[in-house]
């Protein structure tokens, strides 16, 4: 598809407090939307893409591989590959995953 409307993708619970919708998927990248409660923990993990994200609104605490920020609107983050990475979500957030090679 080579555009659409975010409102029209399914979604799907990722962890508690959490949902996405994959948004696009190709042969390189995917783009997904999360939709995440205040309140909400992201448990370490790593994975072999990846990451890029974007703060559509909110407030998201985030620490990557040992260092921490606190990210709003308007800011966004980078994950190298295999990079451990965690969460904290200080109010409703909504952010936008990119992800290389896609999930």
């Known amino acids: 598809m080579l555009f659409g409307n975010g409102k029209d993708?399914?979604?799907e619970k990722i962890i508690e407090g959490a949902v996405k919708r994959v948004l696009?998927?190709?042969e390189k990248i995917q783009v997904v939307q999360l939709e995440m409660k205040g309140g909400t923990?992201?448990?370490?993990?790593a994975h072999p893409h990846e990451q890029a994200g974007y703060i559509?609104?909110?407030?998201?605490?985030?620490n990557?591989?040992?260092?921490?920020?606190?990210?709003e609107k308007g800011y966004y983050f980078q994950i190298p590959s295999?990079?451990?990475?965690?969460?904290?979500v200080h109010?409703?957030?909504?952010?936008?995953?990119?992800?290389?090679?896609?999930r």
């Open 91 to 102: 109010e409703d957030t909504i952010l936008i995953d990119i992800y290389s090679p896609p």
């Open 64 to 71: 990557i591989g040992g260092q921490k920020g606190i990210l």
């Open 82 to 88: 295999n990079t451990p990475h965690s969460g904290f």
């Open 41 to 45: 923990v992201v448990p370490e993990h």
């Open 24 to 26: 696009s998927t190709g």
């Open 9 to 11: 993708r399914l979604s």
């Open 56 to 62: 559509v609104h909110g407030k998201f605490e985030v």
